[in-house]
């Protein structure tokens, strides 16, 4: 099926609910004809932080919830170390909402920059909806959609103030799984000191 990459969509909700509503009715989108099934959010819809993913892995798939295979479990464990609770104090989305296809044992192919443009005005309504003070972007992808840039080496870490709000690219914790040393200077051991510069951005904007 055709898809229409520069219409106007979606427009706004009244509601996450109604969004999410209208997302799971979605068949015109460019991963519909891949079967897969649409994966939108958890967490807490009140919650000051947001982490922004790539798209859904296969467990992902399955439960229909993002983050909640062996990254997410990282993701977990990154959050809790600077004691923040991923179903108390976060809201976890993506970049794009249904797994890319290909998956047969074989590493997951990321998703292409069409359909990253396509799953991005969802994205923003999402943002708007949920309001959050911090977004932590996780990898190229999540970098790509909402800052327009690649090379997540050069660019996490730092803060980057978008529409009002602060974003910070981080490694996704997919490749901390790929990269396990703890030597100083490697991708664990950055993410640790962001993770700590996080929680002091965190406790000064967030009474
Ligand atoms: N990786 C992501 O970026 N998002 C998920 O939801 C799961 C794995
Ligand atoms: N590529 C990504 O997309 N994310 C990383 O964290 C590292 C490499």
């Keep these: 099926m055709q898809f229409d990459l520069f219409s106007e969509r979606p427009k706004q909700y009244p509601t996450l609910d109604a969004l999410i509503a209208e997302m799971m009715k979605m ?9 897969t099934n649409m994966v939108i959010c958890r967490g807490n819809p009140k919650a000051k932080l947001m982490i922004v993913g790539e798209a859904p892995g296969t467990e992902e798939d399955r ?26 104090d976060v809201f976890i989305t993506n970049s794009v909402f249904r797994l890319p296809p290909g998956d047969n044992g074989k590493p997951l192919r990321k998703p292409t920059d069409d359909e990253i443009e396509f799953y991005k005005p969802y994205l923003l309504e ?26 997540i080496t050069k660019l996490r870490g730092e803060w980057y103030e978008w529409n009002g709000r602060w974003a910070m690219p981080i490694f996704h914790p997919a490749y901390l799984l790929r990269n396990p040393s703890r030597q ?24």
């Design 126 to 151: 999402i943002i708007r909806l949920i309001d959050p003070v911090i977004m932590l972007l996780t990898g190229n992808v999540a970098t790509q959609s909402l800052l327009g840039k690649v090379g």
């Design 184 to 207: 100083p200077g490697s991708p664990k051991a950055l993410t640790w000191r962001d993770i700590q510069e996080v929680r002091r951005k965190y406790d000064e904007l967030i009474p």
């Design 63 to 88: 439960q229909g919830k993002p983050f909640v295979g062996r990254s997410g479990q990282l993701l977990d464990q990154i959050l809790a170390a600077v004691k923040f609770d991923s179903d108390k």
């Design 27 to 35: 068949e015109d989108d460019p991963l519909f004809p891949a079967g």
